[in-house]
């Protein structure tokens, strides 16, 4: 048979496995079914910001404002508790994790490098400290604060935030010194650098990508805090974000409407730093989740 006989035949078909379709159109809509799940609400967020407080009530339900406003936008902006509860937020959340990065990082060192007794009692101990739900020293935590005359500042919160943040730095980022290999410092020993030069300049930038992930873990974790901001903070020139919103138009609501659309237009605001911060910082949490997944 020649070859242009051979190419003129009809090419055979594989034939269709009819399971492989089904369980991959189950695959696809099982992801369309959790991706509106995760981001429904926020399209019914967005969707009440833009429209006025009469169309919110309507019944039957728009899904999508007729009337589009941006007056709850103006109103949030107008608020000035508002506009200084993001500013104390910010405050509150970068210092707690710039001191628990730089406190957290420095033990997860030492438990990961250095064999001394009692290593994993400590970080057991340590593990523990994350399990106690926050409401069970909500006591204890309000006689230290008033003893050291810390109440009602945000110096409180930030020292209460650590409680959390530090547990959380400690574990990921002694697993993460851990799978570093140690011809990393043995050349910079010979090389004449200290201990510390060697942690400092060699292995936290090497650790950066933990660094990044655990430091946007814990700066959302303050970000969105309430229990402790309403039980710690009494002005409202103190509170910080989820307490502005809560309190929201507290002087207008009634028992029979609600702010709703100053309310969404606010937490859309206050979303977008952490939206573009794990957008920018993407790569570096992806790579310092699964860090230490596979050895090699």
């Known amino acids: 048979m020649s070859a242009a006989t051979a190419e003129a035949l009809p090419q055979r078909r594989k034939p269709i496995k009819v399971g492989k379709v089904v369980s991959r159109a189950l695959f696809y809509l099982l992801i369309v079914i959790i991706l509106g799940y995760i981001l429904f609400p926020f399209y019914w967020a967005a969707r009440t910001s833009f429209m006025p407080d009469a169309d919110i009530y309507l019944t039957p339900v728009q899904y999508w404002p007729k009337n589009f406003t941006v007056q709850h936008y103006i109103n949030a902006f107008s608020e ?49 400290m994350s399990m106690f739900p926050g409401i069970s020293i909500l006591g204890s935590l309000y006689t230290v604060l008033q003893r050291f005359h810390l109440y009602n500042t945000l110096y409180a919160l930030i020292i209460v935030y650590l409680t959390f943040a530090l547990p959380l730095m400690v574990w990921i980022m002694q697993s993460f010194f851990r799978g570093m290999p140690r011809d990393l410092e043995e050349a910079a ?16 930038p090497l650790a950066a ?40 138009g507290a002087n207008q609501a009634s028992a029979f409407q609600i702010p709703w659309g100053d309310q969404m237009a606010e937490t859309l605001v206050v979303m977008l730093p952490l939206i573009a911060a ?17 050895k090699g």
Request: hydrophobic share 55%.
């Open 80 to 128: 000035p508790t508002f506009v200084r509860s993001i500013a104390n937020s910010a405050i509150v959340g970068v210092s707690a994790t710039l001191i628990s990065i730089l406190i957290g990082a420095s033990a997860a060192y030492a438990l990961a490098r250095f064999n001394f007794l009692g290593r994993n009692v400590a970080l057991y101990l340590i593990l523990a």
């Open 278 to 294: 794990v957008l920018i910082l993407q790569r570096r949490i992806i790579s310092g989740l699964t860090a230490g997944a596979v």
């Open 189 to 204: 020993y010979v090389d004449g650098a200290s201990q510390f030069q060697t942690f400092w300049r060699i292995m936290i």
């Open 209 to 248: 990508p933990g660094l990044a992930t655990v430091g946007i873990l814990t700066i959302m974790g303050c970000w969105q805090e309430y229990l402790f901001a309403l039980s710690f903070l009494l002005s409202s020139s103190k509170w910080t974000v989820p307490l502005a919103i809560a309190n929201t």
